[in-house]
C-alpha cells in the first residue's frame, strides 16, 4: 500500500507506519529497518496490535463485520490525538502526537521492576524546542525500593526520549497513586 498524504503517520526518520506494516505483511525486513529505533518502535506496538487482534479473532465470539477495520481507525485516530510536538529531523518538518509519545514513556516506565505507569502529561520546554517535561502518575510495588525503582524508571524516560525519540528530559515528575503487594505475599 502506498501512503497517501492523507492517511500517511509519518516517523522521524521519514518512513510512515503503513510503509513499516506493509513490510511486516510482506515479511520484509530493510537494513534501514534494522537499526532504526523509529521503525523498531512502530514495528513493536504493529506486533501487539496483530497479536491483539489474533486473540480476538481466535475468542470463540464471533466479532461484527468490520470489527477490524473500526479497530484500525480507531488506532489511527489515536495517533493524531494530542498536540503535536516537533521532533529533530532532517528531512523537514515531523511532528509526534503527545499522545503516541505519552505511550513510548510509559512503556519505557513499565519495564522497570516494581512501578506500573498510568496517566501521563508532556509540555514542551518554554526555554528549549527539543526538551520536554513530563508528569506521570505510577503505582509502585510495596517493598520493591521505591526510590531507586523511581531513579531507574527516570533513567528509562530520559533514555528513551533521547535515543528512540530525538528530545531531551528537562523535568520529570512521577505521582505515586497507588501501591500494590504481589498475590500471596505475606505482611
Do not use: N
Not at 37 to 44: D, E, L
Not at 151 to 175: C, H, S
Amino acid at each position: 500500500m502506498k501512503p497517501t498524504q492523507e492517511a500517511a503517520h509519518p516517523l522521524p526518520c521519514g518512513r510512515s507506519v503503513e510503509e513499516v506494516w506493509d513490510d511486516m505483511e510482506a515479511g520484509r525486513v530493510s537494513e534501514h529497518a534494522l537499526h532504526c529505533p523509529h521503525c523498531s518502535t512502530a514495528r513493536a506496538g504493529l506486533d501487539d496490535l496483530t497479536e491483539a487482534t489474533r486473540a480476538l479473532i481466535d475468542d470463540p465470539v464471533s466479532p461484527p463485520a468490520g470489527f477490524l477495520d473500526k479497530i484500525m481507525t480507531a488506532v489511527r485516530a489515536d495517533l493524531s490525538l494530542g498536540a503535536a510536538i516537533p521532533l529533530p529531523s532532517r528531512t523537514g518538518q515531523v511532528d509526534i502526537s503527545t499522545y503516541a509519545l505519552a505511550a513510548v514513556l510509559r512503556y519505557a516506565v513499565d519495564g522497570v521492576d516494581g512501578v506500573r505507569a498510568y496517566e501521563c502529561r508532556i509540555a514542551l520546554s518554554g526555554d528549549d524546542p527539543r526538551a520536554v517535561t513530563v508528569w506521570m502518575s505510577v503505582a509502585l510495588r510495596f517493598g520493591s525500593g521505591q526510590v531507586a525503582a523511581l531513579d531507574e524508571a527516570r533513567r528509562r524516560v530520559g533514555a528513551a526520549l533521547r535515543e528512540r525519540i530525538g528530545l531531551e528530559l528537562e523535568v520529570l515528575d512521577f505521582e505515586v497513586v497507588d501501591v500494590w503487594t504481589d498475590p500471596g505475599e505475606r505482611r
